[in-house]
């Protein structure tokens, strides 16, 4: 379990209080751990659908993101499709990640949508959907996300900055079908993981 | 099926590429890992390809692409190498400064000794000023600060600036 910050000390961060203070015991179900799908898998490169966050099959979806996400060493974020779903759903955790400053603990986003971004850094990213590769990829350090809470379906946007808003756009281009290699800042920005001795 | 490692250097104009790999497409082969870029203005192209043909009837059939005598060809059959994890860790090496002979053996000598392996470099020279950047694996048991110092004293003496960042990925 990820440690959780103080929701009353969250507004004084700029936090959102609400996604703080959730919690995937809300959700009220057993997260089941699935298997994560690896490109050139097709549903990594769809679009996926938005969700009504209060059906039982979102709540379920969102309890297994988060199941897997724990199960995943250094793992700070997955998205519906990498787990073999075609749907506007994610999860992020990036409390315990040595990059982190400010962070909302784990939450689920559904239908999130990026309403304000700005102040680009480049950053080395992986993905356990791509798992032999990384790359350079621009990230605004400074975002602003709305999205929606399974289960009760409340509308919540959150400002956020540094590692988890480079989490969230991840994750976010997940759901568009998009993963880092369409980001990546030039042709010689993609390095293989795996060395041939 | 047998790897191939095949070459493309000279001239550059525009569709040496899709001529290059319309022709390994017609012979069944398959392009795994490329590397191509133009080194002052010269065209250079390593591709390793795996399929059936042998390296005669691959060189044959580029051999109109070196016709008007502006690229050099070259096909060699490799075998193919295991695949491993990365053993290091990743760090960028970044060097510039005026040039003068001697910057990139000097340098990269520095990282040899303690056992570290470039995985990609590029240099540029552009006026009077030299460029390095490599991406370099590193053994987990390096001091990282001691081979800093060790490149900046070596830096010290060619008389560039040199910067050793980690490079490793955040896992998303």
């Given amino acids: 379990m990820s440690a959780t910050p103080d929701p009353s000390a969250a507004a004084a961060d700029g936090l959102n209080a609400r996604v703080v203070s959730w919690d995937v015991a809300e959700l009220d179900v057993e997260g089941v751990v699935r298997d994560v799908v690896r490109a050139p898998d097709p549903v990594l490169s769809t679009v996926g659908p938005e969700v009504d966050p209060t059906s039982a099959e979102t709540v379920q979806l969102a309890a297994d993101l988060v ?25 992020v955790d990036v409390s315990e990640h ?39 990829v621009k990230r605004a350090t400074r975002l602003v996300v709305r999205g929606r809470l399974p289960g009760t379906g409340e509308e919540v946007e959150l400002s956020t900055g540094a ?9 976010i281009d997940h759901c568009e079908g998009l993963l880092f290699l369409d980001r990546v800042a030039g042709a010689h920005a993609i390095h293989q993981r795996k060395t041939y001795l | ?33 490329t590397s191509m870029t133009l080194l002052r203005g010269h065209f250079a192209m390593t591709l390793v390809c795996a399929g ?48 003068r002979p001697g910057i ?26 030299y460029v390095l950047l490599a991406e370099v694996d590193l053994p987990t048991d390096v001091d990282v600060e001691a081979l800093r110092t060790s490149l900046g004293e070596a830096a010290g003496r060619l008389g560039v600036g040199v910067t050793l960042r980690a490079a490793e990925a955040d896992e998303l």
């Fill in chain 1, 67 to 91: 199941a897997t996400m724990r199960v995943s060493p250094g793992c700070v974020g997955l998205a519906a499709p990498q787990v073999g779903v075609s749907a506007k759903v994610f999860c």
């Fill in chain 1, 98 to 136: 040595p990059k982190t400053r400010g962070h909302h603990g784990t939450f689920v986003l559904c239908n999130a949508v990026v309403v304000e971004s700005s102040r680009n850094e480049k950053a080395r990213e992986g993905c356990m959907s791509v798992p032999d590769l990384t790359g350079d």
């Fill in chain 1, 163 to 171: 590692f988890e808003a480079r989490a969230l756009q991840h994750e």
């Fill in chain 2, 1 to 33: 099926m047998t790897q191939h490692a095949i070459t493309v250097l000279g001239h550059d104009r525009p569709g040496i590429i899709a001529q290059t790999t319309a022709i390994l497409a017609d012979l069944g082969l398959n392009i795994e890992d």
């Fill in chain 2, 52 to 99: 059936g043909s042998d390296d005669d009837r691959i060189a044959a059939a580029l051999a109109p692409l070196a016709g008007d005598g502006t690229l050099t060809v070259t096909v060699r059959e490799v075998s193919a190498e295991g695949a491993v994890a990365a053993s290091g860790t990743p760090y960028l090496l970044t060097v510039h400064g005026g040039d």
């Fill in chain 2, 104 to 129: 990139v053996s000097t340098v990269v000598a520095v990282v040899a000794e303690v056992g570290g392996n470039v995985t990609d470099l590029t240099t540029r020279l552009s006026g009077d000023l």
